[in-house]
């Protein structure tokens, strides 16, 4: 596992378009949440422990934002040939296990994951309701812990999201973004050999 932190895409930035497939086949596009007070775009997986750590706190937040007019759409970049745990299926197990309430793409070219500069998971990008990019980075500063190679404990520093929360109350509140944002940090996007796009340094 490569530690990898996030790019910090340029605030302000356009949200990069995608048409992809959620876990009941579904397609799902950005035009879908032309709508909203706000989008959350989460790059995210099944296995990665940094996923794993926050998974809980991803739907918590799904649960309580979504209601307020937050769109919330997590995406799955990870190359399954090497990451079997990754695949579509897993994808929804995962989601029925975790109760996400939003949809959960599948990004199999990884072009989507690319036009959003993700680098790990999770990787966390909101923006406004012109969805131009007014968050970007961690969904808090809590990690899970280390045990042994492979093992992780997340129980020891239970994720909040306050990084997040502030940043989502701030602007349904029509408040400034936050003047502090720092990157998030976790599993490498797994990509497929010969696909690694420039910013990785994997």
């Known amino acids: 596992m490569v530690l990898t932190p996030s790019t910090m895409m340029k605030l302000g930035s356009p949200a990069p378009g995608f048409s992809l497939p959620d876990t009941d086949g579904r397609t799902v596009s950005l035009d879908d949440f032309k709508d909203a007070k706000a989008l959350l775009v989460m790059f995210i997986c099944n296995h990665c422990p940094f ?12 649960k ?33 296990e975790h109760g996400y309430t939003f949809p959960y793409l599948f990004d199999e070219t990884q ?30 500063d809590t990690r ?13 520093d239970q994720a909040n999201g306050a990084d997040l929360r502030a940043a989502l109350d701030a602007l349904l ?12 940090i976790g599993c490498n996007i797994k990509w497929k050999p010969g696909n690694e796009p420039d910013y990785f340094g994997g």
């Open 144 to 156: 899970p812990t280390r045990i042994s190679s492979g093992n992780y404990d997340s129980g020891r």
């Open 64 to 96: 309580e934002y979504q209601p307020k007019g937050v769109a919330v759409v997590a995406i799955n970049s990870n190359n399954i040939e090497s990451h079997p745990a990754d695949s579509p299926e897993k994808m929804k197990a995962s989601k029925a």
């Open 51 to 62: 996923v794993v750590h926050v998974a809980d706190e991803l739907a918590r937040l799904g």
């Open 173 to 184: 509140a029509g408040l400034p973004r936050p003047a502090d944002q720092r990157p998030s």
């Open 111 to 140: 072009a989507v994951a690319k036009e959003y500069t993700a680098a790990c998971t999770p990787d966390l990008f909101l923006f406004d309701a012109g969805h131009k990019l007014f968050y970007r980075g961690q969904l808090d």
